[in-house]
């Protein structure tokens, strides 16, 4: 297969070599590196494993790297049905390269032996290439939505993100999530039973099952839509791994729907790349008091997040100019909607009880004695008002 990618500002086919090179540096570095994605963008996937990516003493980078064998790996994935894809090629998401034009991101975890400790990581990039199992071509991701939020979900956080996601499939905009328990199932699920399309991005290799409790979820996903890693086949999960999963999630998608994230949630960070590339953000708001709503609260206020409570108005902001308009709520229409300007300002000065003289509800009304009147005799034959003793009151008020 041959693929062309931008080197240096031209144009190239992409060999065969340079997808073997892709296999072995999806397999051997960790997902997010940055300085990997810096070379292969600049030096393209072949000088840049050859020639410029010096293993640090001790990373064990140089020992994996020699232990890669791309090509066997490649048929491995075959036999399971796993397809490895790279830039270029017909089914690469176009939004994955946006990765290589944004600033990378800082975060702080928990990577030696003191849990107390948090050491600062950094993540960014393009990935190399992306493990894809499951039958439904990724262009078909073209236009599709992240809902994404806590794995400790609240009743109220799961029958929103279900509304959403079942109206969004229900609209044919495909789902995307995470594959996790708590609103990335909803979400999935959701767009499932709308009949819809949906793919999961894992933190782990798309033949590996987690958590468990999904098993049933994924299984469907791989027999027939499609779950997404960068991570190769058979590879388990780690914090830092759901972390640089993350970006993934923001890059395939046009925008991404926050549904319940506490101030420490992965969740924030799938956010943060999908703000650092110009997707649309939304959030769901929870109550005031709700912990597992504090985050996407913090999102709101500070003017990261449109506010939205359900799928049209996810459309709106998500869809072309004037394609999705939500209509402005408003509250039961009352009878008195239906007057007129002149006869509500009568009708504010018919008394409730005794009656008043036609002059002097004109008075009170800052109009001529014939308007008035003939508001009156409306609002007579409308049940508003009625006429008795020479004057006129409220009707019902006697």
Partial sequence: MSALRSVGGAATAATEADRLARVTLSVAVEPGDITTSRLVRDLGPQRA???????????????????VDPARHLEQAERKGIRFLVPGDAEWPAGLDDLDQVDQL??????????????????????????????????????????????????????????????????????????????????????????GATAAVLACGVDRVYPEKNRALLAHLAAEYAVVSEQPPGSGPTQLRFLARNRLIAALTCGTVLVEAALRSGALNTVGWAEQMSRSVMGVPGPVTSYTSAGVHQCLRRGGATL??????????????????????????????????VERRVLEQVPPAAPAAVDAVASLSLLHVRDTMGALSRLEAKGFVVREDGGWRLAGAG
């Fill in 308 to 341: 939205v409570t359900q799928g049209s108005e996810v459309l709106e902001v998500v869809g072309r100019a004037g394609e999705h308009l939500v209509e402005v709520p408003r509250g039961p229409e009352r009878p008195r909607d239906r007057l007129s300007a």
């Fill in 106 to 195: 800082d975060h702080r975890c928990r990577t030696g032996d003191d849990p107390d400790v948090a050491e600062p990581v950094t993540f960014g990039g393009t990935p190399p290439g992306i493990w894809v199992r499951g039958p439904m071509p990724l262009t078909e991701l073209v236009g599709s939505v992240a809902v994404v939020g806590s794995r400790s979900a609240s009743v109220y956080g799961v029958e929103t993100a279900r509304a959403i996601a079942g109206h969004l499939a229900l609209s044919g905009v495909p789902v995307v999530s995470g594959g996790a328990l708590g609103i990335d199932f909803v979400a999935h699920d959701a767009a499932l039973r709308a009949g």
């Fill in 49 to 67: 494993l050859s020639q410029q990516l010096v293993p640090k003493p001790g990373s064990g980078l140089a020992e994996r790297l020699a232990e």
